[in-house]
C-alpha cells in the first residue's frame, strides 16, 4: 500500500501535541515521533479492504484524549479521578454499546483512582486522559470481540455499493437548505417545498417476494406517494440509559452539524414539526432525481434531519435507501419493506439479505469514490399504518439488541 504522507504528517501533529500536553516542550519531539511511527508501520501492514490496525487506532484516540485532559484539568481543577471518569466517559459514548457507555466512566475513575495513588493529587491530567481512554478501549476490546463496523470497500465507484446514498454535505453545516445547494452542484430543476410529491415516486417500486403493493392501505400508500399531503407531530420516547450520551452528542455534533437533532422530550414537540420535501429534477427529464425530506422545529426552523430518499432494485426486490448526508460523507440506512397486517407497511434494517442495513461512507470530492464501513449493531423499524382510520407511525431504534428510542407519530391531513 502506497504511504499516506498526509496521513503520517497528521499524526505527527497529534502526537506533538499530546506530548506538549505531558511533558511540555521535552515532549514535543519524541511524541510526534512516537506517533508517527506508529502510524507509519499501522499502514505499511494494512491490507486493501482493512481498516488500519486496532494498536493504532487506540494510540492515536489516547494522544487525541491527553490535550484535551490537560485542557479540562486547567480549566476545572479537577484531580486525577474525574479527569479519567470524564475521559473514559467520553470514550465510552463514542463507542455507542451501551454496554461500553457503562463501562467507561468505571473504567476511566479507575485509571483515575490508579494514577491519584501513585502519583497523588497532582497527576499529570494529560497522561491521565490518555491512558483512561487507552485503558478502556483495552478492556473493551477483551470483553467485547464481535466488531462494532467494518470496511465493505475502499474507494469503489459509487455504481458498486447500490444500497449507499453517494450524497455527501460540502461545507461543516448541512442544515434546511441542503438540497438547494447540492442542485447547485449537480444541475437540474430545483423546487423548494415541491407540492404533491412523496418520499417515494411509487411503492410498485419497492414490490418483491416478500411484498406485494397492492395489499397496502390505500392512506399508507398516499402517504408514501404523496408526503407533503400530511403534518407529522412527533412524541419521542427515549430510554433512561441513552438520554445522556445523546444529550452530549446533540450538543457537541447534531446542532452544530444542522443535521439528527431528535427532540429530547414531549416539551420540545409542543414546538411543531415543519415536514417538506424538496426536490432537484435533471435537465431533460420529468422524473425527479432527489428527494430530500426535511423535517424542522416550526418555530425555528432548526433542522431535525435532512434525509435524501432514494429507492432501488435488485434481485427482483424493491428497497428502500435513506441518506443521511454529514461533513464530505453519508450515514445510509437501507431497508427492506414488509407488509404489515391490516395494510400497514414496515421497512426494516434487520434482514438475512445483503443489502439492508447501515453504511458510513466517505466520498472523495474530486473522484466520487466511496469508502465504506458497514456499521453494526445499530438496527431500525419504521412502521406506518391506520388505527381506528387515522394514520400512525412508530420508529424505533435499537443498538446491539437494545432498545434506545422510539419516535411516535402522528399524521393528520394538510387542510
Do not use: C
Not at 491527553?66 to 470514550?91: E, I, S
Not at 451501551?98 to 463501562?103: D, G
Not at 430545483?190 to 411509487?202: K, L, M, T
Request: aromatic content about 8%; charged content about 20%; hydrophobic content about 45%.
Amino acid at each position: 500500500m502506497a504511504v499516506d504522507k498526509g496521513g503520517i504528517a497528521f499524526a505527527a501533529a497529534v502526537g506533538a501535541l499530546a506530548g506538549a500536553a505531558i511533558a511540555g516542550r521535552r515532549g514535543v519531539l519524541p511524541g510526534a515521533a512516537a506517533l508517527a511511527a506508529t502510524e507509519a508501520v499501522a499502514r505499511a501492514r494494512q491490507r486493501p479492504g482493512e481498516i488500519p490496525a486496532w494498536w493504532s487506532r487506540v494510540a492515536m484516540s489516547g494522544a487525541l484524549a491527553a490535550p484535551a485532559g490537560w485542557l479540562g484539568a486547567r480549566l476545572t481543577k479537577a484531580g486525577p479521578v474525574p479527569v479519567g471518569l470524564a475521559a473514559g466517559a467520553f470514550a465510552g459514548a463514542l463507542g455507542l454499546r451501551p454496554q461500553k457507555v457503562a463501562l467507561g466512566p468505571v473504567a476511566g475513575a479507575a485509571v483515575g483512582a490508579a494514577w491519584r495513588l501513585a502519583a497523588g493529587a497532582e497527576a499529570p491530567p494529560a497522561a491521565v486522559a490518555a491512558s483512561a481512554v487507552v485503558g478502556f478501549r483495552a478492556l473493551s476490546a477483551a470483553v467485547f470481540r464481535d466488531p462494532q463496523v467494518s470496511l465493505l470497500a475502499e474507494r469503489v465507484p459509487a455504481a458498486e455499493l447500490p444500497f449507499v446514498v453517494p450524497l455527501e454535505a460540502r461545507t461543516g453545516y448541512v442544515g434546511t437548505d441542503y438540497v438547494r445547494q447540492l442542485a447547485e452542484v449537480l444541475g437540474g430543476k430545483y423546487e423548494a417545498d415541491a407540492a404533491d410529491v412523496g418520499i417515494v415516486g411509487s411503492l410498485d417500486d419497492l414490490a418483491g417476494p416478500q411484498f406485494e403493493p397492492a395489499e397496502v392501505d390505500p392512506l399508507v400508500r398516499e402517504f408514501y406517494e404523496h408526503t407533503t399531503r400530511f403534518k407529522l407531530d412527533i412524541r419521542p420516547e427515549w430510554r433512561p440509559w441513552v438520554r445522556p450520551g445523546y444529550l452530549i452528542y446533540r450538543t457537541l455534533v447534531a446542532r452544530p452539524l444542522g443535521q439528527a437533532n431528535v427532540p429530547m422530550n414531549q416539551r420540545e414537540t409542543v414546538r411543531g414539526v415543519r415536514s417538506r420535501i424538496d426536490t432537484i429534477t435533471p435537465d431533460g427529464s420529468e422524473l425527479i432525481g432527489v428527494r430530500g425530506w426535511i423535517r424542522s422545529f416550526a418555530d425555528t426552523d432548526e433542522p431535525i434531519y435532512v434525509g435524501i430518499y432514494t429507492t432501488y432494485r435488485h434481485d427482483g426486490r424493491g428497497y428502500v435507501s435513506v441518506g443521511f448526508p454529514v461533513p464530505q460523507a453519508n450515514f445510509t440506512a437501507t431497508l427492506l419493506p414488509l407488509p404489515r397486517p391490516g395494510g400497514g407497511l414496515v421497512l426494516s434494517s434487520r434482514s438475512g439479505l445483503p443489502h439492508p442495513g447501515h453504511y458510513l461512507s466517505y466520498i472523495d470530492a474530486e473522484s466520487r469514490e466511496l469508502t465504506t464501513l458497514a456499521v453494526h449493531g445499530f438496527a431500525e423499524r419504521l412502521d406506518v399504518f391506520t388505527e381506528a382510520g387515522e394514520l400512525r407511525a412508530e420508529h424505533a431504534f435499537s443498538l446491539y439488541g437494545l432498545p434506545f428510542l422510539v419516535l411516535h407519530y402522528t399524521i393528520t391531513r394538510k387542510p
